[in-house]
């Protein structure tokens, strides 16, 4: 089945530490998305990216880095200059046109 | 800017009775709009969008969603509410200012449906 697969589904992160959140998609899209999650606030844009080797910053992008090597992939580092990075993170994919997007299940990253 | 609101934190309704959850939208422009549900723990899942056409919108799961333009709404509708449609709701509109495809989202509606 085609979809978005995000990695792990629970990640417990220690103070000054930095962790990547994998995010891998089947569905052949070109565009890919990172979003925060946080109780009352909707969903934050992170960073996007349009093509393989290129992604722009979006809302909330401080403390956080990612990359765009393959299509497939686009892993999401949180690192530790991100002050509040306790939430629930989704990845994104959207193809040709306009339908929306796909969203993967998301990782619940905690800070210990 | 582009933008949704959703007015309500929480809707609560009886199963079999009809349900609405609120959204309005401002934009310059046509609208996408777009609604999504998530239950815990998942990702956003599809349900709706309105691009253009019929203000009428039929979706997933028996949920039906109505443009009107001149109140600048996109409420979600159900006409028989089930327990299991219990979750967070969100509502999108594509923000047109970018030049790419961004989704705006509302801050999200949590439906309880009593048994």
């Known amino acids: 089945d085609g979809g978005i697969t995000q990695s792990p589904k629970y990640l417990f992160r220690k103070e000054g530490q930095n962790v990547t959140l994998s995010c891998e998609q089947n569905?052949?899209?070109?565009?890919m998305y990172w979003y925060r999650q946080d109780p009352g606030q909707g969903l934050r844009l992170i960073y996007y990216?349009?093509?393989?080797?290129?992604?722009q910053k979006g809302d909330i992008a401080e403390g956080y880095s990612v990359s765009r090597e393959k299509k497939e992939s686009f892993p999401l580092t949180v690192t530790s200059a991100q002050k509040n990075p306790t939430a629930f993170y989704l990845c994104?994919?959207?193809?040709?046109?306009?339908?929306?997007?796909?969203f993967g299940s998301g990782t619940r990253l905690t800070v210990v | 800017a582009q933008s949704v609101a959703q007015p309500e934190d929480q809707v609560n309704v009886a199963e079999g009775n009809p349900l609405t959850v609120k959204c309005t939208y401002s934009v310059s422009g046509n609208p996408y709009l777009f609604w999504y549900v998530q239950y815990p723990n998942r990702g956003l899942q599809f349900l709706l969008k309105y691009i253009t056409g019929d203000n009428l919108v039929k979706g997933s799961y028996g949920f039906e969603a109505e443009f009107n333009k001149s109140q600048t709404s996109f409420h979600l509708k159900k006409p028989s509410a089930l327990v299991s449609d219990s979750a967070l709701y969100f509502c999108?509109?594509?923000?047109?200012?970018?030049?790419?495809?961004?989704?705006?989202f509302g801050t999200g509606t949590r439906l309880l449906v009593s048994p």
């Open positions: 999108a509109v594509r923000d047109m200012n970018t030049g790419f495809q961004k989704l705006v």
């Open positions: 569905l052949n899209h070109d565009a």
């Open positions: 990216s349009q093509i393989v080797n290129d992604f």
């Open positions: 994104a994919s959207q193809g040709q046109g306009f339908y929306g997007y796909t």
